[in-house]
């Protein structure tokens, strides 16, 4: 065995066979943009089988060859599959397997890490032809490692049946695949693994949710506890206020648990993120069983939202609906009850949702914020100024509408 030092094994050339002619320029640059080509594939490429495939292809085209084939190494079998190639019958791709040892040409690329060019397998000294490569009359082969930072991943090989001469300018093109290749892999298995993360973080995150779900709804059967064992309306009022806040809060946790991490019609979801549609459904939904008198409808939009907005959100809703069920239909007036509207959708100037009925409309002198006589009215004047938005009540008829416009982006903390 003759080792020369670009570290590249070559069978010994008796001086009696006459040196091969070199290539001509238009050659090497076919192969220059052949090579260019696949890698813009690699880059965007995601699929392994594919770039695989993809890599044999084009090499066995660039080279001239009638057989190209991209092996993996099996460590625990210290094999070579044949993963893709061209050139090869249907029971040799993702079937046929060759030795890894040191006794074949892909194994000596393999086991050295060198590349390998053998253009006389019948007189070769070095290894055996494994029998896939005599069962197909392969007379030459040519062998680079694919490999990345996690080590082999295994070797392409070019082989031909038909007399000529591998020339070592063939294994820079060889080699451009292979790193191609190695390279590709490697981010494969790195994105497969950060998918992997997230999923485990997304499964985590809405576990946590569920528990904290859980751990409201036992709040709020103990408030409710509490307030049935209140003797003072004015306590019992409190109390039944603070559990539907508390409510509220649990409800946008369990929409995190149920939701998953895909939005109907939507590509990935993400983790803290859920659908403000079915939110304020369900939220509505509580609302109107504890008041059988009244009619509540809700209209929501798909939009998804981070937790930390849905709160406050789904909050201010519950206010405001709460202080419609309370006065905006008095027993007096409205006998028979009426509707209670709630809408949200996107629009241009970013989340818009209101709260509207038809029913007494607001009394004289009525404020949101801190001046607010009301606690409900405060809490709702808070929520607002969180989210960064804006609380208007536009001129109507009869009755009274809250219009909440919140950004889409939150805005800065402080």
Request: aromatic share 4%.
């Amino acid at each position: 065995m003759t080792q020369h030092t670009d570290q590249t094994e070559v069978e010994p050339s008796p001086e009696t066979r006459p040196a091969p002619a070199p290539p001509d320029l238009d050659y090497r640059l076919r192969q220059q943009a052949i090579l260019s080509e696949f890698g813009v594939e690699a880059l965007r490429g995601t699929d392994v089988d594919h770039l695989l495939q993809r890599a044999a292809e084009l090499c066995a085209q660039g080279m001239g060859a009638e057989f190209c084939k991209a092996l993996e190494y099996q460590r625990g079998a210290d094999t070579l599959l044949v993963r893709a190639g061209v050139g090869w019958g249907p029971d040799v791709i993702g079937k046929a397997r060759i030795g890894a040892d040191l006794a074949s040409p892909a194994g000596f690329a393999l086991k050295t890490g060198r590349p390998v060019i053998s253009n006389h397998l019948a007189d070769e000294t070095r290894f055996r032809t494994p029998q896939l490569m005599a069962e197909h009359g392969i007379r030459r082969a040519i062998n680079v490692l694919i490999e990345n930072r996690d080590g082999a991943f295994g070797v392409l090989e070019v082989d031909d049946t038909r007399e000529g001469m591998f020339a070592e300018a063939d294994i820079a093109f060889m080699q451009g695949f292979a790193n191609l290749l190695g390279g590709a892999i490697e981010r494969q298995r790195t994105e497969s693994l950060l998918r992997a993360a997230l999923a485990r973080q997304d499964l985590l995150a809405r576990e946590m949710s569920h528990r904290v779900k859980n751990s409201l709804a036992i709040v709020a059967s103990l408030l409710a506890l509490q307030a049935r064992a209140a003797e003072d309306p004015a306590v019992q009022t409190a109390l039944a206020d603070a559990r539907s806040r508390v409510e509220a809060i649990a409800g946008v946790h369990d929409q995190l648990w149920r939701q998953g991490d895909k939005a109907e019609g939507e590509g990935e979801g993400v983790p803290g993120e859920l659908d403000l549609a079915p939110f304020l459904e369900k939220l509505v939904a509580n609302l109107a069983s504890g008041v059988p008198g009244q009619r509540l409808a809700c209209a929501a939009y798909p939009q998804r939202i981070s937790a930390d907005r849905a709160i406050p959100i789904g909050l201010l809703v519950n206010e405001l609906v709460t202080n419609a069920l309370k006065y905006a239909y008095p027993p007096e007036t409205h006998p028979a009850g009426g509707e209670i509207r709630v809408r949200a959708e996107r629009r241009p100037e970013g989340l818009v949702v209101e709260v509207a009925d038809d029913g007494i409309g607001l009394p004289a002198g009525f404020e949101i914020g801190r001046n607010s006589r009301s606690l409900g009215m405060r809490v709702v004047g808070s929520l607002t100024r969180q989210l960064g938005g804006s609380l208007t009540i536009p001129a109507r008829e009869k009755g009274t509408c809250f219009r909440l416009e919140v950004p889409l982006e939150m805005p800065p903390a402080g």
